[in-house]
């Protein structure tokens, strides 16, 4: 096991992309002595999973701001970066999204509006327009069709190793394999890491650890509003391609709230927006995908894919999202504990908010004005009963 240092500066838990994007960030502004630790490997926790999908499609206001400091982010990586090789498999291929008449369709329409009155290029396209683009869909039900020309998918994985590369060479120190075991707490102020290979000493915690960050609520005495959803994603190979030109899709007409965008260029990754099997132990391990769930999203995707009946199972798998109440994330300071900055509760969208949140968490732990203001992020809204409810209801579309 590789020894941890007496101390650090600060100490991040978890190298998914949060903790990544984190640790490069605090680098980038001077924070010093940097570790991240992970039990595991970098971006091999709930990251690896990501269907990767990046939009600034949100009808959560902060939530567009966010994206839209990530997408130019997500855009220029390895300019960012300073690092010619990096790379986040960036695909650019735009993002649709359809509503039927009534709620859907008011709430697509006002996010457009509000994504417009951010200087983001979106339009609003007739069913034949977007028939265009996605020539394999049937849209002629929608009620409003937008689209988004900067967006698409990129690789979570990839972008969590690409910023541990460029951070590493900003003289963070990474330790692969070894836990965080608890806080040393002294008189409501953190004062150090426990591992099992030791003890770290440090005045500044940055917790990135998703689905587990129970186990920081347990060290630090205070109940997390939090889940671990368990989701299936399908790979179908159809009878003509979805190709990586052909835009992600967001079906808010559809049952389950289907997305589905290009695999491997030639086949459909679809997964539904909707709620996930709760589990009560957070874990990555793979879980069950079933006939009746296959045969039941196949028939979603028949109805808005002419011939896709016929489309058969390439692969399938399951991710596991960090859900809090209202679908949305914890970001800053925790309550009573100077010292310790939680980020957890992506709730199935945190990818694509990535870059920004790294680099507001890394202020927020060196004491510096954010970029954006994190006040509605804080996780003493779910007491106050200020929820950043979004107006599509319970999902990850937010
Ligand atoms: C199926 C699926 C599809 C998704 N699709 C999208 C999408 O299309 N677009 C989008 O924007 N987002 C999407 N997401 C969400 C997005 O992928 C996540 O929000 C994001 O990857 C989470 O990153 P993270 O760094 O918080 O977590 P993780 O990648 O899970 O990293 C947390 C790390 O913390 C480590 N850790 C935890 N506790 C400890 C400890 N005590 N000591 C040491 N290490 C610890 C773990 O080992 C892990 O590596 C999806 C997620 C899933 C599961």
């Known amino acids: 096991m590789t020894l941890p240092p007496p101390s650090a500066d600060v100490v991040v838990i978890g190298a998914g992309v949060i903790g990544c994007s984190t640790a490069w960030h605090l680098a980038r502004l001077g924070a010093g002595r940097v570790v991240v630790l992970d039990r595991g490997r970098i971006g091999e926790g709930t990251s690896a999973m990501s269907s990767g999908i990046l939009r600034t499609h949100y009808s959560v206001p902060g939530n567009v701001e966010l994206a839209q400091r990530s997408w130019r982010f ?3 990586f390895a300019q960012e970066l300073g690092d010619d090789e990096a790379s986040a498999g960036l695909v650019k291929c735009g993002y649709l999204i359809a509503a039927p008449a009534g709620e859907k369709c008011e709430a697509l329409d006002a996010a457009l509006a509000a994504q417009a009155a951010r200087g983001i290029a979106v339009q609003r396209l007739s069913a034949q327009e977007a028939r265009e683009l996605l020539p394999i869909a049937r849209l002629d039900d929608a009620a409003l069709i937008g689209h988004e020309p900067d967006a698409g998918y990129a690789d979570a994985t990839l972008t969590a190793t690409s910023l541990a590369r460029a951070a590493r060479r900003l003289g963070v120190h990474f330790l692969e394999g070894v836990a965080a075991e608890g806080l040393v707490i002294e008189g409501h102020r953190v004062r150090g890491v426990l591992t099992a290979a030791g003890r770290i000493g440090t005045a500044m915690v940055v917790s990135a650890q998703n689905i587990w960050a129970h186990e920081l609520g347990r060290w630090a005495g205070i109940a997390l509003p939090l889940v671990a959803e368990r989701h299936r994603v399908l790979a179908l190979a159809g009878p003509g391609a ?3 030109a052909m835009p992600v899709f967001k079906d808010l007409a559809s049952p ?4 589905t965008r290009s695999y491997g260029r030639t086949q459909m990754l679809v997964s539904e927006g909707t709620a996930g099997e709760v589990l009560a132990v957070p874990d990555t391990a793979q879980g069950d995908v079933s006939m009746d769930l296959v045969a039941d999203i196949g028939a979603q995707v028949a109805a808005r894919f ?4 016929e489309a058969a199972l390439a ?6 999202y960090d859900v ?4 949305n994330p914890v970001l800053g300071p925790l309550p009573g504990i100077e010292g310790l900055v939680a980020a957890f509760g992506f709730s199935g ?5 990535s870059p920004a949140i790294g680099e ?3 202020q927020t732990a060196l004491g510096l004005p954010t970029a954006v203001p994190l006040q509605t992020y804080a996780f003493e809204r779910f007491a106050a009963g200020r929820l950043l409810r979004g107006r599509y209801g319970a999902g990850a579309v937010s």
């Open 74 to 76: 997500f855009e220029h």
């Open 306 to 309: 002419p011939g896709w009946e």
């Open 324 to 327: 809090t109440p209202d679908w």
């Open 256 to 259: 389950g709230m289907l997305y």
């Open 242 to 244: 979805y190709t990586s």
């Open 315 to 320: 692969s399938s798998w399951t991710g596991v």
């Open 349 to 353: 969208h945190g990818f694509k908010l």
């Open 360 to 362: 507001l968490l890394a």
